[in-house]
């Protein structure tokens, strides 16, 4: 088959590719976000945490030449503006909903601020393995080019899933989430819980954020992120707080995030802009279907800001 | 074992503690709402000024072009005026909200829709006389803004929805619209680079304050927080709002339409937004582009927190402010600094305002008055 033969074929391949490509970062962050959930309390900064993440990603990589290095470094900077959430969160009498949107803007401008030295340089890129040798349809090599970060994201996914079931750490988790009554009586602290529950998701949200400068789009730059992660944060509210279901979920949305360009390739480009706030309409839409005003949403922890 | 956000009562309170009707009553309580946020910026800025140190600036020359760029002269008073009127507005925009315990971070997409709706209005009128054109937008702007937040309360009365997380999702389909009109059906030919809709004509501009740069969108800042201040504090709705706020049960059995209540707080919140974006069309660009989403719905959430959701409070937090970003480009020629280095602060401002609602009723020498 020769090139650019395969026509209309393109668009469902490019959201497939897309689903794979774009879902990555959605998938971290939901992940982080679902442990952060499950301990009781919400962060809403993980939009800033994921700019913060692609930054310091970026940076590293740049400097040191090990872009591998780099998704680390945005692993442990998601980390430590996790653990400020959770201690600014652990005084009397602050709204963990409020220090999410502050912290929101925070990293976005801290973000910004350092990574302003930045935009011009090219640091090296994580590596992507062909998992499309077998096809002389470059549209689907392209597509099979997958990156190790998204196969890491799909073995978390069910065994963060199992860990929630089984361990001692996910049973704390969620008794933390559940009662915090309940775990203090066990004579756990449930703030030290909560601290480190929304350092692993931050670490998990920076981690997001790396793939995003290192690997897709693969560059830094300020418009990097458009509310990815707050997209992701009302990802885990449907995906009902369940590991799995975030999986799937983020593959939707890396789908409808990649229709805007997908379409614009082969030609339709009325409407592009609209194609683009896909990703935030299906979640505004799916919100709408299953929220009830009526009860509490099944899986819903019960100490949860959000859901009261 | 301190009892963080796990009560509700308590969660609630911290986003609307201007429920509380004995503040003007009690000094102490009054002397610790100017002291405490007083406080908290003042360690903000120290630490800003840490930061900058750290690159190797003078935090000293900071402090003073930071003051210079937004009170220094007369020209950057007027600078900082300019920027605080769309800042009052959508503050409003989650003040008014947090009166129901409602936390909306939308006003930033009510701000676009509004300038796109009063922009309609301009352009559909062309040719009538100038004071009906801008009445249209007034009226546009409000009733565009006021829609698009009443979608994220009724969302959240009638399905659940919770309104922090959509009306934040509907900031980014709000500006997906705009540059789909923009770049579509409402695109000016003649703008290339930059596209934009058709200008709204000279004579339709609403124009300044006499003697002064200021334009008039200030005075429907200050007209718009004034009337809150009233609708919130002196009036039946405001007291049902601030019920319903406390206790949503007690509001339930004493009778309250709790649903027209969410609806209508909401309306007038986006409205408010929405004529920040008239303002921002009408006084400022003249017509609807991409320019618009300049951040001024974001840093109201700031302005409204910091102003413990008061709407008297926000009139000089707005001013503050808009120094601040007033500053922002003396900050850049003189100090070298990113122009981030704004959103850096606001972010520390933001961070230490939330950290000093712990203190409140807990230091010692207020203690005996309040």
Not at chain 2, 139 to 168: H, K, P
Not at chain 2, 293 to 298: C, E, N, P, S
């Amino acid at each position: 088959m020769a090139d650019g033969s395969i026509g209309l074929w393109t668009v469902p391949l490019a959201v497939l590719g897309g689903a794979i490509r774009v879902s990555t970062p959605f998938l971290f962050v939901s992940l982080g976000e679902c442990i952060t959930e499950r301990s009781g309390r919400i962060n809403l900064g993980l939009e800033g945490t994921l700019v913060m993440g692609a930054m310091s990603a970026y940076g590293i990589s740049y400097l040191t030449g090990s872009p591998w290095l780099g998704v680390l470094a945005a692993g442990i900077t998601g980390a430590l503006l996790g653990a400020l959430h959770a201690g600014i969160c652990s005084l009397p009498r602050v709204n963990d909903i409020a220090v999410g949107i502050a912290l929101m803007l925070f990293g976005t401008g801290l973000a910004f601020y350092l990574g302003k030295p930045l935009i011009e340089p090219t640091a090296p890129r994580l590596p992507a393995i062909d998992f499309g040798w077998w096809s002389d349809i470059p549209q689907l090599r392209a597509v099979l080019r997958i990156n190790v970060m998204f196969l890491i994201g799909v073995a978390l996914a069910p065994i963060l899933y199992w860990a929630f079931r089984t361990t001692r750490w996910g049973l704390l988790i969620r008794t933390a989430g559940e009662s915090s009554d309940a775990a203090r009586a066990m004579g756990y602290s449930v703030l030290l819980i909560r601290l480190r529950a929304t350092m692993v998701g931050g670490f998990l949200a920076g981690i997001g954020g790396s793939f995003l400068s290192l690997f897709y789009p693969g560059s830094w730059n300020e418009g990097l992120s458009s509310g990815q992660g707050i997209t992701a944060v009302a990802l885990v509210i449907f995906a009902r707080w369940d590991p799995l279901l975030c999986l799937w979920a983020s593959l939707a949305f890396g789908g409808a995030a990649a229709l805007g360009p997908a379409l614009q390739s082969v030609g339709v480009t009325s409407g592009y802009h609209l194609f683009n706030a896909a990703p935030y309409i299906l979640t505004l839409a799916i919100m709408i279907i299953t929220c009830s005003p009526k009860r509490t949403l099944t899986g819903a922890p019960a100490e949860l800001s959000i859901t009261r | 074992m301190t009892a963080e956000a796990a009560d509700p009562a308590e969660a609630v309170g911290t986003v609307a503690p201007a429920a509380d009707p004995g503040i003007l009553q009690r000094h102490g309580g009054a002397i610790e709402y100017v002291l405490i946020p007083g406080a908290a910026l003042a360690g903000a800025l120290a630490v800003f000024g840490i930061f900058v140190a750290m690159f190797g600036k003078n935090p000293l020359d900071l402090y003073f072009y930071m003051y210079y760029g937004a009170f220094g002269t007369w020209f950057s008073w007027q600078n900082t005026l300019t920027r605080a009127a769309p800042l009052i507005l959508t503050a409003l925009c989650t003040a008014l909200p947090a009166q129901l315990g409602m936390v909306i971070i939308g006003g930033e997409g009510a701000l676009l829709i509004g300038a796109l709706s009063a922009t309609s209005a301009a352009l559909a009128l062309q040719g009538l006389p100038p004071l009906i054109v801008q009445i249209a937008m007034v009226i546009g702007g409000v009733i565009g803004g006021g829609l698009w937040i009443m979608l994220a309360g009724a969302l959240r009365q009638y399905r659940g929805v919770n309104e922090t997380i959509s009306s934040l999702l509907l900031v980014y389909i709000a500006l997906a619209v705009l540059n789909h009109l923009v770049e579509g059906a409402m695109r000016d030919p003649a703008s290339l680079n930059k596209p934009s809709t058709r200008e709204i004509g000279a004579a339709n501009m609403i124009g300044s304050i006499p003697g002064t740069d200021v334009h008039w969108g200030l005075v429907f800042g200050l007209i718009a927080a004034v009337a809150a201040y009233i609708l919130i504090y002196h009036t039946v709705f405001g007291f049902a709002a601030r019920v319903a706020g406390g206790n949503i049960r007690a509001a339930r059995i004493v009778g309250l339409g709790v649903s027209k209540l969410i609806l209508t707080i909401c309306f007038l919140a986006g409205g408010a937004a929405g004529l920040a974006g008239m303002v921002e069309v009408a006084a400022v660009q003249g017509r609807a582009n991409a320019n618009l989403a300049a951040g001024y719905g974001f840093t109201g959430i700031l302005v409204a927190f910091l102003a413990r959701q008061n709407p008297l409070a926000i009139i000089p937090v707005a001013i503050l402010l808009g120094g601040i970003s007033a500053s922002g480009g003396l900050l850049q020629r003189r100090l070298g600094l990113p122009d981030a280095s704004v959103l850096v602060l606001q972010g520390i401002i933001f961070v230490f305002v939330l950290g000093s609602d712990a203190l409140y009723g807990r230091i010692g020498f207020l203690k005996g008055k309040s």
